[in-house]
């Protein structure tokens, strides 16, 4: 009898200790999740760390050794970004890939922050609007009429089908408009032309292409910006894996998405702090 009472005790004891440890994870859990979520202000970046380990691991280090991003929305509904404002000056440099006919963003930052913007764009409409645009008619924006690609080639682009719109995109596509032949570049070519080895902000809306361009800036781990904005057009895909991939792909090379809208289809990723 008494050994029964003794190997009672035992399980009771084992249990018990499980039942503490269950509970002090459990807390430990609790508690870097509240450090999480009252750090970061932005809900979709908290959902992605809660999600992402590399993410989550970033966020933490970051709050303990680095100013936490000052986000901003600045532009209209159809043509506005966010971005973070809190290391940019009127020194700062802005390539703007893909304007159409909304430059809201574009005169937004430069009035706020007195900085570059370098707006590039080959479509025809978007040229003449442009053209048109007084708020641009100054030295602190410069346009080059080249759309953006992994090689410096002409390439050959359709436009919408319906001549309201501005938007083409890469390929000679059916069921659309007309094509025309257009130059692309690449960003180190413009940036050497340009004098330069670092951007702050590279923005990029370019219809589809963004998928070659960072699966090639992925594979060379050539990032020379501090903020990169993406427009993503997912909806193209013949297959949505690409769409992950390439996400991963930039996680992996050191970025976070400090903002997302529209169903993912807008995003801001910020450069993941370095570990202390």
């Not at 503490?20 to 459990?26: E, L, Q």
Request: no cysteine; proline share 4%.
């Amino acid at each position: 009898m008494p050994k029964v009472a003794l190997a009672r005790s035992s399980s009771s004891r084992s249990n018990n200790m499980f039942n503490i440890h269950r509970k002090r994870h459990a807390g430990l859990v609790a508690l870097i999740l509240t450090v999480i979520a009252t750090t970061v202000n932005n809900q979709e970046r908290y959902i992605s760390v809660a999600l992402e380990p590399p993410l989550r691991n970033a966020v933490v280090s970051s709050t303990s050794s680095q100013e936490s991003p000052v986000l901003k929305n600045v532009g209209t509904q159809y043509g506005g970004w966010t971005y973070d404002t809190s290391n940019l000056s009127a020194d700062s440099m802005v390539y703007s890939i893909g304007l159409g006919e909304d430059t809201s963003w574009d005169e937004g930052i430069m009035k706020k922050h007195g900085l570059q913007v370098w707006g590039f764009d080959p479509t025809p409409k978007s040229l003449k609007f442009l053209e048109s645009r007084q708020e641009l008619r100054t030295d602190r924006f410069h346009l080059i009429a080249e759309g953006l690609a992994t090689t410096k080639h002409k390439a050959t682009f359709t436009m919408p089908k319906n001549p309201d719109h501005v938007s083409m995109r890469e390929g000679d596509l059916s069921n659309l408009g007309d094509t025309v032949e257009v130059l692309v570049n690449t960003l180190e070519n413009w940036m050497e032309a340009n004098g330069q080895t670092h951007l702050d902000i590279v923005k990029m809306d370019i219809e589809g292409s963004e998928y070659d361009v960072m699966e090639d800036w992925i594979a060379r781990d050539f990032f020379p910006m501090d903020q990169l904005l993406v427009e993503w057009h997912f909806r193209w895909l013949d297959e949505q894996s690409r769409h992950d991939r390439v996400l991963k792909g930039l996680i992996d090379r050191g970025w976070y998405v400090a903002h997302s809208q529209n169903n993912g289809q807008e995003q801001t990723f910020l450069r993941t702090p370095a570990l202390s």
